[in-house]
């Protein structure tokens, strides 16, 4: 069975200083692994994706994610925090079943300190 | 393009009601999902629908259930609601049903109170 762990479920960062937010996933065929921000209120909205033509993948609003097989890992970086960062952020993970079945993780909440 | 619309974006209502919830997805989009999210739960998957047809579907109990018109508008219905239905339930829809490299476009979602 597929699935996503998110550790850390608050994370707080200086404005300024590097995000990293953790994802591992188990999956028994080669993933398609995607990260979301939630702001408060609002629905999910695609940070970037993974599907498998390069490991170091780069997304909207500064944000990155390298794909690790070796470690089961897909974190999410962003070198300098904003405020405007501070939000829930999910890893998911899709799979193969001839339809799009996606498990998301638990979320974590990034605080920004001024 | 629009985005993905849900109405209404709020709703209260008593244990026991039942309660139906609407989402127009993009323009071409033909898929169609639907998710539960709660603090306890997180995001749970509730089901999927493409052209008219549910494919895949969540543990939830019967008394969740959906459709999805020629339109590729969708509604989800709860009836004998109990206080733990309370939650945000997030509409998504999809170009490629097929493809598990697919994005998911989400809606603001449907907060839905239970008293």
């Known amino acids: 069975a597929q699935s996503v762990t998110q550790l850390g479920s608050h994370v707080s960062v200086s404005e300024g200083a590097l995000v990293l937010l953790r994802c591992n996933y188990s999956?028994?065929?080669?993933?398609?692994l995607f990260w979301y921000v939630q702001y408060p209120n609002q629905g999910l909205q695609l940070l970037l994706k993974?599907?498998?033509?390069?490991?170091l993948v780069k997304g909207i609003n500064g944000f990155e994610a390298e794909f690790k097989k070796s470690e089961t890992s897909f974190h999410l970086t962003k070198p300098s925090a904003h405020m405007s960062d501070a939000a829930e952020y999910f890893c998911?993970?899709?799979?193969?079943?001839?339809?799009?079945?996606?498990?998301f993780g638990t979320g974590t909440k990034l605080q920004v300190i001024p | 393009k629009a985005g993905v619309t849900q109405t209404p974006r709020y709703l209260i209502k008593t244990r026991g009601q039942q309660v139906t919830l609407s989402c127009s997805p993009i323009?071409?989009?033909?898929?169609v999902s639907w998710y539960q999210q709660t603090p306890g739960q997180g995001l749970q998957f509730l089901f999927e629908?493409?052209?008219?047809?549910?494919?895949n579907k969540g543990n939830f109990p019967g008394r969740f259930s959906g459709r999805q018109f020629s339109n590729s508008r969708s509604e989800m219905n709860v009836s004998t609601l109990e206080l733990g239905d309370s939650a945000l339930y997030l509409c998504?829809?999809?170009?490629?049903?097929?493809?598990?490299?697919?994005?998911?476009?989400f809606g603001p979602g449907t907060r839905l109170l239970v008293l």
């Open positions: 629908y493409f052209s008219e047809t549910q494919r």
């Open positions: 993974y599907t498998s033509a390069a490991t």
């Open positions: 998911a993970v899709s799979f193969s079943g001839g339809y799009q079945k996606v498990t």
């Open positions: 998504a829809s999809s170009l490629n049903p097929s493809g598990r490299e697919e994005t998911q476009y």
């Open positions: 323009s071409g989009h033909r898929s």
């Open positions: 999956s028994s065929v080669p993933p398609y």
